[in-house]
């Protein structure tokens, strides 16, 4: 098992730059497959970005390819989402997610076994 923790969320300006972290503890986190997802207030959980184990394959949601990078340092138990160009619909609380050991990359929320408790982002126009 694992547990996850967010942390770098906070108030800023659009066109601003924001660095999410993720950090694990439990064992194997490298055999993990990484997610983040986000939940704006009143809206479904949407995929943003994941991680293969390795981080040598990832994949974006469109609505922010171009603009987030999604990095993982596996001796540091951490996943990290660099996130650039923010705008006002990026607001909405960030969650990181885990699959089971082993498992590919996947956009849907339901394929993660593990959660961490969010961080909030908020980007003013």
């Known amino acids: 098992q694992v547990q996850l923790v967010e942390s770098g969320g906070g108030l800023v300006q659009a066109g601003s730059s924001v660095t999410l972290y993720c950090t694990a503890s439990g064992r194997s986190f490298s055999s993990y497959a990484m997610g983040w997802f986000r939940q704006a207030s009143g809206k479904e959980t949407e995929f943003v970005a994941a991680i293969d184990w390795s981080g040598g394959s990832t994949i974006y949601a469109p609505s922010v390819k171009g603009r987030f990078t999604i990095s993982r340092d596996n001796a540091a138990n951490t996943v990290i989402l660099q996130m650039n160009s923010l705008k006002p619909e990026d607001t909405a609380v960030y969650h990181c997610?885990?699959?089971?050991?082993?498992?590919?990359?996947?956009?849907?929320?339901?394929?993660?076994?593990?959660w961490g408790q969010g961080t909030q982002v908020t980007v003013s126009s």
């Open positions: 997610a885990a699959r089971y050991p082993g498992s590919r990359l996947a956009r849907g929320d339901a394929e993660y076994a593990y």
